[in-house]
């Protein structure tokens, strides 16, 4: 291994060991709900990043999420939601977790929501719970973690810039995708500072900072001609120039700091909000730990995996765990379970010759699954957070 990529697999792992990396889930859920075709009989798992999109299941229909994760700041902050949709009134959460920021922060932590949070997300939040101190101007919630501290970083260079600000509201004001792509192509694209931005965005610091490691950098390196930073530049190019901003809550929050109430995470709309307190919030199980551990140890079936983009990581830096999970993956599967994945790169050619054990058989994982690349190709494209470079959408049928 290159001396470059030792110290920026040590940057990532002090970064993702010490840290919340991600305020908000960056996958869109409404590519997932039709990918996964959800129902109540459902018996899902799912990586719970910033635990928005298990909230998301719920709401469309599964009857069980089980959101797990590695990192348990990540899973304090699902604890610290499900805590606020229990004994909050809307106004108050939409406050907190739409806006990022409410008023008495400390008193309502203190007097509604620590007592329901396990030992270890109480001694978090007892330490961070300012992240949602009230300010006139400046930081929100959303502002804070790995990937909040790089969109304060951003916000406050382009700040520097006002002719840039002003036409970066302008494009999330925009009432249409022409006006829209007519503010990028004429204030935002010429803008000086893309040059730096673009540089900026070829660091591993930048890159751990956004849950990035250095196997996933190398794997979209490897089919992506001017690399990470021209995929990332054309990206977001993508997402100014044909998919609307006023539906685009994934970028609106890092752009502005906050969601709207017409634009946001469905668990933020009133009625969903007041269905989750009413009830649905119980279908959610929170477990930190490796999804193979947590596989291991299931006496039921699950029927949906969501596996994100983690196995980029796995196959280049522990190919020998992403083959013991998939062992886990196809033992606690239930015949016919759906299952999605994305990746950095426009392809991955590392899951289908993993070989497991079915049934005291060997078999290529590849010759288990029946790919639904139709549809995969479909949802992609639509994808709002438009950063990664594939999504695959597959079905287990050769389990008996």
Known sequence: MKRADILGKRWFDLI????????TCWEDPRCDRQALQLSPDDNLVVITSAGCNALDYVLAGAGTVNTVDMNPRQNALLELK?????????TTFFEMFGRGRVRNHREIYETYLRADLTPFAKTFWDKRIEYFKLRPRGKTFYYHG???????????????SPDF???LRDALEAETLEQQRAIYFSRLRPWKGVKFAHWIASRDATLALLGVPPAQRRLVEADYPGGIAQFIMDQVEEVFTELPLSDNYFWRVYLSGSYTQDCCPEYLRRDNFERLKAGLWKNITITTGSITEFLQKQERPITRFVLLDHMDWLANHRPEALE?????????????????WRSGAPRVDFVDPIVVNVNGKK???????????????????????????CLY????T???
């Open 16 to 23: 993702h060991k010490r840290s919340l990396i991600y305020n």
């Open 82 to 90: 499900i805590a606020g949709i229990r004994h909050l009134p809307f």
């Open 146 to 160: 790995s990937c909040g501290f790089f969109a304060r970083a951003f916000h406050n260079y382009a700040a520097a």
């Open 165 to 167: 600000r002003r036409g």
């Open 324 to 340: 013991e999970e998939w062992q886990a993956i196809i033992s606690s599967a239930a015949p016919n379970a759906r299952m999605i």
């Open 363 to 389: 078999s290529k994982v590849g010759d288990l699954l029946t790919y639904d690349h139709d549809l995969a190709a479909r949802l992609h494209p639509l994808d709002r957070v438009h950063t990664y470079g």
């Open 393 to 396: 959408v597959a079905q287990l």
């Open 398 to 400: 050769g389990k008996n």
